[in-house]
C-alpha cells in the first residue's frame, strides 16, 4: 500500500490514499481488540528486535525458556519449549489475524520485517492468574497485500507467509528444548486456529473466518495440517430448555501444562477422549448460564 496516490495500483493492492485509510483503520480496530498485542507500522528503534535477530539468538531464547520454567514448579525443558510456542503463537496470530479476518490485509510476514517488544503480563488460565510473555508488534513496511477470506490466493498466500515465519521458530525451540517440530508446529497451527474464531466472532464473521482457518492450516503438505485440529460445536439447553449453542476449538496439538506439579490437562486437550471434553465443555457452559 505504498507509492503514488495517482498511480494505478497493483493487483492486490488498494490506491495509496484508499490502502493508508483502510490500514490506518484496521491497526486501530486491531489495537482495540487486542491490547495486549497491539501492533502498528513504525521502524526498528531501541527496544525493539526483529523475530529474525530474536530466534537466532541463543541467549535470548534460553532467557525466555528459563522465565517459563519459571512459572510452575516441575516445569522441564520440554514443557516450557511447548510454553514459549504457546506464548509466541499467541503473539503473531494476535498481531496478524485480526487484521486478515476484519479487513482482508496481509502484512508481510518475514521474520526479519516484523519488529517485537517483549513484556510481562499477567493472564487467567483455569481460573488462576499467571504471569506470561506478551509482546507488541511492529510491521516494518507498510506492503500489505489486501483479499477476501473466500479468496483462494489469499489464504495460500497466508499460509506460505505464515510457514515461513514460523519455521525458524520452530527450529531455535527444537533445538534449545529438543521438543519434536511436529508438536511445537501444532502448537503453532492451535493459536491460529484459535485467533481465526476469536476474530471471527469479534467481526461478525465467525463463520468465514473458521472455513478460511481451515482452507489455510489443513493443507495436506503443509506443517501446520494435523488430524486432531478442527472446529466442533456443543449445544445444551437454558433455564428456558432452549438450545444454546457454543463453537470450539479442538487442540491439534498440547501445551503440556499436565506436565507441571498441579497441572492438569486443559478444556480442549488433545489428550482427553472427546467424549470426557464435551461433557467437561458442557458443563462449563451450563455454568455459564447460571445452571448447576
Request: charged share 25%.
Amino acid at each position: 500500500m505504498t507509492g503514488d496516490e495517482s498511480a494505478t495500483a497493483p493487483e492486490g493492492y488498494a490506491t495509496a490514499s484508499e490502502g493508508e485509510a483502510r490500514l490506518r483503520q484496521a491497526l486501530e480496530a486491531q489495537a482495540t481488540y487486542m491490547q495486549d498485542v497491539t501492533a502498528a507500522v513504525a521502524p526498528l528503534e531501541e527496544g525493539w528486535r526483529t523475530a529474525r535477530a530474536f530466534f537466532a539468538d541463543g541467549e535470548a531464547i534460553e532467557q525466555f525458556l528459563a522465565f517459563e520454567r519459571a512459572l510452575n514448579k516441575g516445569t522441564d525443558l520440554k514443557s516450557a519449549g511447548a510454553f514459549l510456542m504457546s506464548d509466541y503463537g499467541y503473539i503473531l496470530a494476535g498481531a496478524v489475524v485480526p487484521l486478515f479476518v476484519g479487513f482482508g490485509l496481509l502484512p508481510d510476514l518475514a521474520p526479519g520485517k516484523i519488529a517485537l517488544s517483549f513484556y510481562t503480563a499477567q493472564d487467567e488460565h483455569e481460573g488462576t492468574l499467571h504471569a506470561v510473555r506478551r509482546a507488541h508488534v511492529r510491521y516494518l513496511t507498510a506492503d500489505f497485500v489486501e483479499g477476501g477470506l473466500e479468496d483462494a490466493d489469499h489464504l495460500e498466500r497466508f499460509r506460505r507467509q505464515a510457514e515461513a515465519h514460523f519455521a525458524p521458530v520452530v527450529e531455535a525451540v527444537f533445538a534449545q528444548t529438543g521438543l519434536s517440530r511436529a508438536a511445537l508446529w501444532r502448537l503453532a497451527a492451535d493459536a491460529l486456529a484459535g485467533r481465526f474464531l476469536d476474530a471471527g466472532r469479534h467481526f461478525g464473521r465467525a463463520d468465514a473466518a473458521m472455513e478460511a482457518a481451515m482452507r489455510i492450516l489443513k493443507q495436506p503438505r503443509s506443517p501446520f495440517n494435523n488430524r486432531q485440529l478442527h472446529y466442533f460445536t456443543l449445544t445444551v439447553l437454558d433455564a428456558d430448555r432452549k438450545p444454546f449453542s457454543h463453537v470450539f476449538r479442538a487442540r491439534g496439538g498440547c501445551c503440556r501444562y499436565y506436565r507441571v506439579e498441579e497441572g492438569s490437562l486443559c478444556p480442549t486437550c488433545v489428550l482427553k477422549p472427546a467424549e470426557a471434553r464435551d461433557e467437561d465443555l458442557r458443563q462449563k457452559m451450563r455454568a455459564h448460564l447460571g445452571l448447576s
